[in-house]
């Protein structure tokens, strides 16, 4: 087939072979790059927990609503917040939200499921942990359920690609908690997600909107590392609910404090003197012009780190801290010497 059956008669037996040339490899340079500039987010992702490693370790302290902007609504459900919630056996096996993806101390397998015929990817999965479900990002265009429709608890996201970035939004979320000391979501919450990949690390950024419970979006961000010996399974063990405090249930009613009886209201008081204003989550602490507040009042640093200072090189070690930190265990200065990622070994009983 020469040139003129391709083309025409206005290109001549040279310029259209040349022409067919420049075409052919575009159209290899199309099948050998991802399309509309898209990445493979295909992997095992090992958490990194460095990152605000408190609270996806020991989980945050009762009663630190700190860097969260809570409605008054919002302030009240999470004061009557109690743990023994999850002693029932209702509640066991009750799973967080889908943007507890951020929170959780868990790595990630994030795989896509493609069109048998077309081979474009229908939707990315994110896999499931003991206290979440996988969450599905459809990629297909496919409108979101009315708001009559069932919430599981996974919700339901719908993704695109803006560049390298994907882009998506969460609909259809179940109440639940924004953290693991009660801060709490409404059903009427959404969560739009920003995921970005940069060579072998990931990185999801989060911003939930309530208009129940926040007076402002909570805004994270979570980074992974990619692993290739990661065996990550893409859903978790089942739950199995199991009777914890035979006392609760035979009473019939949820644990809970009553208004103005949160016996840990001044736990950040007294552990960090932090006043208990500013621990409550009203929106003018997220701002650096509230420091000034704080040092107008009667709010005094401590000279050194008493609790959580050890870090997350070998957690439950009291005498390991991250690297240029010092801990202080029983009052004495204790370097850090453990090298990182090495695990903790308790020493022998005397």
Known sequence: MGPYSVLGDMVSPRRGGRLQAALVLAMLALVSAPAFAQVDLNGGWQALQHEDWVE????????????????DAGRARSLSYSYAQYALLERQCIMYTPQYVIWGPQGLRIWS???????????????????????????????????NAFYPFSGFTTGRWEGDVLVAHTSHIKAGFLRRNGISSSDKATADWRIFRHGDFLTIMVFV????????????????????????APTAAPCVPVSELPRVEAVGTVPHHLPGRNPDVNEMTDRYRIPREAVLGY??????????????????????????????????????????????????????????????????PR
């Open 283 to 348: 929106p003018e602490t997220l701002y650096p012009e509230y420091r000034k507040k704080l040092k107008a009042d009667t709010f005094i640093t401590q000279d050194r780190c008493k609790r959580y200072c050890c870090g997350w090189v070998a957690l439950g070690d009291p005498g390991s801290s991250a690297p240029g930190l010092t801990c202080i265990t029983n009052g004495t200065d204790k370097p850090n010497t453990t090298p990182l990622g090495t695990p903790f070994i308790p020493p022998p």
């Open 56 to 71: 996806r370790g020991p989980g945050s302290d009762p009663v630190d609503y700190t860097g969260i902007a809570l409605t």
């Open 209 to 232: 909107n309530d208009p129940i419970y926040l007076a402002e979006p909570d805004v994270v961000t979570r980074s992974w590392a990619l692993d290739p010996k990661a065996a990550l």
């Open 113 to 147: 499921e493609s069109d048998p015929i077309r081979g474009n990817v229908v939707a990315w999965k994110i896999s499931a942990a003991v206290d979440r479900d996988i969450v599905t990002i459809w990629m297909d265009g496919r409108p979101h359920p009315s708001d």
